[in-house]
Each structure stands twice: as structure tokens, then as C-alpha cells.
């Protein structure tokens, strides 16, 4: 039997160390003195990574509050052109006021003023909103500034948990690869949208699915993702790339347990709101459909480029013919590889084919990516290029609205600038995806799968033999991952760029 002080050195090697296996989280290492030594001993003391990188991310999203400060102290009250050269702009104090947090009202009951006569987010949204403003202790008296900053910071703060149990998850999903972590933390996208608008905490209990997933707790990560859809439609898409895995996998019955799980939490949430109040909570379903196209999508390019209008109806329709085409050719790549692929990759694909057809991509959209493409393809340098066309948009769009509510100052950014912008966020995204599809199709270039693994994520999905399957057989009619629970495509070795 093997010693403790043996059994806990076996365990700490076995840890993949980014700075052995990736040259940019190397070179980045050399600001806190070089790569891991040989014989370092990880996670010994009260530093463990999981402690370092939330420590980090609490930074990080700190920073991005102090981004926020010119709009804290005066642009959101100041006229709509300031907090977009600033690029600081969020909604969270504007809807304070907006959506009637302010007096009192009750989300989805009380009618609102204005354009709007409900709230127009999903229910576990709506309630996020609400508990926020009771946390909002300012008297009624105070001044409406006032009122509004600490609505905003409260709600700073409950997105700030959220963040760190992102980050957590994500670390703890890939059980060898904890540092995978730090690339949410330090994502520079991650801290310049996490307080513009409510998705962190749909981000968060999308993220604690996929740890259940993992885990092998199939129902948790339904009730999980039914919660999750309950604040933000995105999250159900991960049950399409599930259903297909779990096919080819033979794992159907795992699967009928996670929509069971997801179908109940979700009817839990909304059956009472919607029976209590069904004209507010049919609002955020209605105006999703009547929305018109709008910021960060091909579609506002293709009519800026043309100067035709599109109907919305016939946007909604194409959008959702091409989410099935890509959807499609992603169900038949995950049943025609070779290998079957990882449901971190999948579940990227999915939602950011999502992101590329849809109308409408605001900044704090890249949240929902984030950590699926940290699991699907946790290499520095791919998700830098990625990030870096992500900056670029935020920084577009704030420069664009500058330009277009500056009157004849013409501050910031014209359309020809902005369509650059919009372009950058989409061959990023693309390029992304394009990665991901290739180590699908090349397993051994898969950092994730260099060491010989299956789907360190997959839960009940990792090491399964194939039962349906398109790929090639070799003999005896097995494809290659029925023949055992373990491949040998990277031999231990670090990945190919």
C-alpha cells in the first residue's frame, strides 16, 4: 500500500500544470516568476488554485467596477451620450426606474408606464431584480441618484458571487485541469460585461449544471439547467448536443432523468406567475418575438449595407431555419466523428451558433460563452484572439451609440466603423468554433483529451461505449471508442497548437 505523502504526490502530478503544456501561460508566468518547478508541491497550502482563482476573479471583477466609476459618479444621469465614450454604460440602474423597482411595483402584476407594460425578463430573472431592490435600503426620500448607485451596487455585489461560483465550477468540472479557472477569471470580456445586465446569474447555474453533469448527478444538472432556462432562454440549448450524446451513447435513460429534472424546476418557477399573472409573464416571450433587429448582429449589417429594411417576421423565420441547418450539421458531426466528441464542445457550438444567427447580440452576451469555451478548448492563445475581437465589440458598440446620440460633434464611431466591429465579433466566434471543430475531428489536438482521456466532463458519458454511431467501423462492427474506455490518441504528451 502506498504511503499518504506517496498517494498525495501521485495525485498532484497527475494536476495538469498550463505553464508545462501552453507556451503563452508560460511566457505569461514569467511576470510571477517563471513556470512550476519540477518538484513544487501544488495546492499544500491555504493558496490552492481554487482559492488563487477566486481571489483573481474577485480582482478582476473589481476592476470592472472601477471601469464603471464615470457612469457611478455622473454619466447615467448625465444625458445618454457620456456613459458611451466612457464605455461604462449598464442597465441595471436605468430599469431601477424603468421597470417600476423603484415604486414599489411588482414585477409581472403591475402594469408599467412607458413602452414597456411588463417586465420583459424571465421569471427567475424578474425575482433576482426584486430581491436586489429589498437589499436596496436607501430611503425613498434619498435622492433618485442615489438610489439608483446603490441599486447598482447591490446588485454589483450579488453578481460578484455569482462570478466566483462560475469560476469554481469551471475549475472543478475537469477534475485534473483545475486551473482552466483562471482563463474566466481573467477574461477581460468576463469583467467589462459582468455588470451590464442580469446574465451572470443564468451563467451561474448553467455553470453548476455542467459540475453536476460531470459529476455523474444527472438529475441535479437538469433541475440546474430548468433553473438556468428559467432565467435565461440560452441555457436549454445544451439539452439538444445532450440528447445526441446520450444516443450515441446509449445513455437515454440518463437523459430522460435530466429533462424530467429540467421540465419540473422550470414549470416550478413559472406555473405560478404564469397563473397569477399570465399578460406580465408572457411578455418576455412576446417581446423576444416582436423585438427588431437590433445591435452586434449580420442581420443590422446586412440592412445598414443594403439600406432595405427586413420585415421581423421574416428575420425570426430565417433565424430559426439556420439555427436548425448549423444545429443539424452539429448533430451530425457528434454522430459521424470518429470519436464521439466532448459535451463541452458540443454545448459551445450550439449556443454560439445560437449567438451567430440570432438578431440581436448585445456585450454581455459573450457571458453565456465564456466558460463553455474555456471547457471546449482551454488553450490561451485561441481564447485571447477570441477575447481580443470581443473587446473590440464592446468598445464598438459604446463608440457607435456615442457617435449616433452626439448630434453634430459626431463623437466616436460611424456605421462603416461599427460593421468592422460587429465583423470582428463574428470571425472570432468563428474562429472559435472552428478550433473546436477541428479537435472533434483531430482528437489528439484536443488539450483536454492529450493525456489520453475520454470526456473528463461527460459524467455518465465518459469512457461509454458507442451504440449508435455514423463513423467508419473496423472490425467486429465496433467503432473505435466502443473497443475500450480509454484511447491513446495523445500519449500523455502536450497537444499540438
Known amino acids: 500500500m502506498p504511503s499518504p505523502e506517496e498517494t498525495s504526490t501521485h495525485q498532484d502530478r497527475s494536476v495538469v500544470r498550463p505553464t508545462w503544456r501552453d507556451e503563452i501561460a508560460a511566457a505569461g508566468s514569467e511576470l510571477i516568476g517563471g513556470p512550476l518547478g519540477r518538484w513544487a508541491r501544488v495546492g499544500s497550502g491555504p493558496l490552492t488554485p481554487v482559492r488563487v482563482m477566486v481571489l483573481v476573479a474577485i480582482g478582476m471583477f473589481a476592476l470592472g467596477m472601477v471601469q464603471k466609476l464615470p457612469c457611478y459618479d455622473w454619466a447615467w444621469f448625465q444625458g445618454a451620450s457620456s456613459q458611451y465614450t466612457h464605455a461604462c454604460y449598464s442597465d441595471i440602474p ?81 477534475r485534473n485541469r483545475p486551473w482552466d479557472g483562471l482563463l474566466v477569471a481573467l477574461a477581460p470580456a468576463f469583467a467589462l460585461t459582468a455588470t451590464i445586465n442580469w446574465d451572470l446569474f443564468a451563467v451561474a447555474l448553467t455553470a453548476a449544471a455542467m459540475l453536476m453533469w460531470s459529476r455523474g448527478r444527472v438529475l441535479a444538472f437538469g433541475v440546474l439547467i430548468g433553473l438556468a432556462t428559467a432565467a435565461k432562454l440560452y441555457p436549454v440549448l445544451l439539452l439538444g448536443p445532450l440528447l445526441v450524446l446520450c444516443l450515441r451513447a446509449g445513455r437515454l435513460r440518463e437523459f430522460s432523468r435530466a429533462l424530467g429534472g429540467a421540465v419540473a424546476a422550470w414549470l416550478v418557477v413559472n406555473v405560478p406567475v404564469m397563473l397569477v399573472a399570465p399578460e406580465g409573464w408572457k411578455k418576455f416571450y412576446t417581446f423576444s418575438q416582436e423585438r427588431q433587429i437590433d445591435f452586434g448582429s449580420f442581420w443590422l449589417v446586412i440592412t445598414q449595407r443594403t439600406g432595405e429594411p427586413i420585415d421581423v417576421s421574416t428575420v425570426n423565420t430565417a433565424s430559426v431555419l439556420l439555427m436548425i441547418v448549423l444545429c443539424a450539421g452539429i448533430a451530425g458531426l457528434a454522430l459521424a466523428s470518429r470519436h464521439r466528441p466532448r459535451f463541452a464542445q458540443l454545448a459551445f457550438l450550439v449556443v454560439a451558433a445560437f449567438v451567430l444567427t440570432n438578431k440581436v447580440y448585445s456585450p454581455q452576451y459573450v457571458l453565456w460563452l465564456i466558460p463553455l469555451a474555456v471547457l471546449a478548448r482551454p488553450r490561451w492563445r485561441d481564447f485571447l484572439i477570441w477575447q481580443a475581437c470581443e473587446v473590440a465589440y464592446f468598445l464598438g458598440i459604446w463608440m457607435y451609440l456615442a457617435y449616433t446620440t452626439s448630434g453634430d460633434k459626431h463623437q466616436g464611431l460611424p456605421e462603416e466603423g461599427y460593421q468592422i466591429a460587429v465583423a470582428l465579433h463574428l470571425l472570432g466566434t468563428l474562429y472559435l468554433c472552428a478550433v473546436v471543430v477541428r479537435d472533434i475531428l483531430l482528437p489528439e489536438r484536443d488539450p483536454v483529451r492529450c493525456d489520453g482521456s475520454d470526456d473528463p466532463s461527460g459524467g455518465v458519458l465518459d469512457g461509454a461505449p458507442d451504440t449508435v454511431a455514423l463513423a467508419h467501423r473496423g472490425a467486429g462492427g465496433r467503432t473505435p471508442a466502443a473497443e475500450g474506455p480509454r484511447v491513446e490518441w495523445g500519449a500523455g504528451g502536450p497537444p499540438a497548437p
Open 94 to 174: 436605468h430599469l431601477y426606474v424603468g421597470r417600476g423597482f423603484a415604486d414599489g411595483l411588482v414585477p409581472y402584476a403591475d402594469r408599467l408606464g412607458g413602452d414597456m407594460a411588463y417586465l420583459e425578463y424571465p421569471v427567475l430573472t424578474g425575482l433576482f431584480m426584486q430581491v436586489a431592490s429589498w437589499l436596496t435600503l436607501t430611503p425613498g426620500s434619498d435622492p433618485m441618484q442615489q438610489r439608483e448607485q446603490m441599486y447598482w451596487m447591490v446588485n454589483a455585489g450579488m453578481l460578484m458571487i455569482c462570478a466566483v461560483v462560475i469560476v469554481v465550477c469551471v475549475a472543478r468540472t475537469h
